[in-house]
């Protein structure tokens, strides 16, 4: 690569040999060496997205292991961590070993299986977390994502659990009392289309339960899809106490707010919901002062009859993985509030050490592993969802344009996206 802006910064080439970056010197490229002219394009650590739906095994007809690694290789990741909302679970050995061996063979991006928390994800007992970690998956990550690990005694005795192989619970924070029955953010906009409401103290309170079992514990906490002021509000507390806690913001999140469902289109249906305007404001601050640790995309594929009905028989969630970078650049690097190095920490660097991801998020040097992901920061797309590479298209982000996108993703040298930009621009 000749000319890539490193981080943003100083242009500089990249050679790499064998799947290793081995000079930032074109000089001492090997004879013969093929060469991509990179001018103008941003070279960030491969990105890593620790919170994705794969939906293989048993959804097939909303992703595939093969269509959501492809969409993650154009989005310019090159590792994602696959949920465990799939059927069967995976709460067993087993089971992660079948996801992580299909993510190698499909080879475009590396595919770290989540477990399941709870058997079944049911919330009743705690699944086999020390036969998956012990597993060929080496599984580090757990969740229940999509449901709450609700009682504080199992919650507790999962944290128990997993510090004996420094796992980490990724909980998804979801008082279901208090938010039976919601489709939307609890607010005046709720209030005007008559829907029922998801009130931020369902999320909050969780999460300051958590964090407090985490102290008592001595253990690690993931937060999950974090989304209001007052989480942020209390992330940064835990944080000033020395709490072990981690916390991840969506892009969506950072972006639109209650007030796109006015038109009761569900593709804006997501869980936890879009916010108000403050939330926004209050969690693109917590991302630039640190409080929150890494954005991550929640990408999560339906079919369409799933999308294409009523808003109150729809289901939550929507994908993300191809318009992440684009988002971020929108809402905080164009803004001033994040460099490309700081989006090299938030997407790739912290992501992979939550993970404990140890060939990812490594910085761009010679010696280092060739994960790569270049970017053209002055590319304004704008977003068409039947495009996607994903097997679905429902995405909230259509015809809005945002200013630049992931050009090309190499995993270990080896270019598992090179966008029609590029063609020519090999040499």
């Known amino acids: 690569m000749v000319n890539a802006s490193l981080y943003g910064d100083t242009a500089s080439d990249i050679v790499v040999v064998d799947g290793v970056i081995t000079s930032l010197e074109r000089a001492d490229a090997p004879a013969g060496a093929r060469t991509l002219d990179a001018s103008g394009l941003v070279a960030l650590p491969g990105l890593v997205d620790i919170h994705v739906h794969l939906r293989e095994p048993g959804r097939e007809d909303a992703e595939t292991i093969e269509t959501g690694s492809r969409s993650a290789a154009k ?6 961590h696959a949920m465990a ?4 679970t995976a709460d067993t050995a087993g089971v992660v070993e079948q996801v992580a061996s299909r993510g ?8 770290f299986p989540v477990g399941a928390v ?3 994800l049911e919330g009743k007992q705690l699944s086999e977390m020390g036969a998956m970690a012990n597993s060929r998956a080496k599984v580090r990550v757990f969740s229940d994502d999509g449901k709450c690990v609700h009682d504080p005694v199992l919650m507790r005795r999962a944290l128990e659990y997993v510090k004996t192989f420094d796992g980490v619970i990724a909980q998804h924070s979801q008082d279901p009392r208090l938010t039976e029955g919601s489709q939307m953010h609890e607010g005046y906009v709720s209030a005007e289309l008559g829907l029922a409401g998801w009130p931020a103290v369902a999320e909050e309170s969780i999460i300051a339960r958590d964090v407090l079992l985490a102290e008592h514990v001595g253990s690690r906490l993931h937060v999950c899809h974090l989304s209001t002021a007052g989480s942020v509000d209390i992330i940064r507390w835990a944080k000033a106490k020395g709490i072990d806690v981690t916390a991840e913001v969506m892009p969506h999140h950072l972006l639109l707010t209650d007030e796109s469902v006015r038109g009761y289109d569900p593709r804006f249906k997501v869980n936890p919901p879009l916010r108000t305007q403050s939330d926004v404001d209050a969690v693109r601050a917590g991302l630039a002062d640190g409080t929150i640790d890494i954005v991550a995309t929640d990408h999560a594929p339906h079919p ?3 999308k294409d009905c009523e808003w109150a028989a729809a289901a939550m969630g929507m994908i993300g993985l191809e318009t992440a970078v684009g988002i971020v650049q929108k809402t905080m690097v164009d803004t001033g509030a994040l ?8 997407m790739s660097t912290t992501p992979a050490r939550i993970g404990r991801d140890e060939n990812h998020g490594r910085p761009l040097e010679v010696g280092e592993p060739a994960n790569i992901t270049l970017i053209n920061p002055e590319a304004p797309w704008t977003v068409e969802p039947s495009a996607t590479a ?10 809005i344009e945002l200013p630049g996108r992931a050009v090309a993703t190499f995993l270990r040298g080896r270019p598992t996206h090179i966008d029609v930009s590029l063609e020519g621009a090999f040499a």
């Open 118 to 120: 709870t058997v079944g």
């Open 304 to 306: 369409d009859e799933d």
């Open 104 to 111: 190698a063979e499909v080879g475009l991006v590396d595919v």
């Open 75 to 80: 989005g310019g990741f090159v590792a994602v």
């Open 390 to 399: 994903s097997r679905s298209n429902n995405s909230p982000f259509g015809g």
């Open 339 to 346: 460099t490309w190095r700081d989006v090299a920490r938030v």
């Open 85 to 88: 909302n799939t059927t069967p």
